[in-house]
């Protein structure tokens, strides 16, 4: 791991340290998790707007394919 220095404030850091967690865990464990928290709450949200663009932008990946099989009859 790698030792970084942030600033926060002094009302936050007071919250955080009556947290059992943190008393437990430590300051650092705390930040990592709601780091690592955030990361992958904002990479969902990445691919749901790829999706929503790729599905807005109109075109069917399948258009014109309906002529090139056949259901077989029943």
């Known amino acids: 791991m790698k030792v970084i220095q ?20 430590g ?3 705390l930040i990592r998790r709601a780091v690592a928290a955030y ?13 929503r663009r790729g599905y807005a932008s109109g075109t069917d990946e399948l258009e014109g394919w309906s002529a090139e099989g056949a259901w077989p009859e029943p």
């Open 6 to 25: 942030i600033t926060v404030d002094e009302a936050l850091l007071k919250t955080m340290d009556r947290d059992p967690e943190v008393k437990r865990d």
């Open 27 to 29: 300051r650092s464990a």
């Open 39 to 51: 990361l992958k709450t904002r990479r969902k949200k990445q691919i749901t707007e790829a999706y």
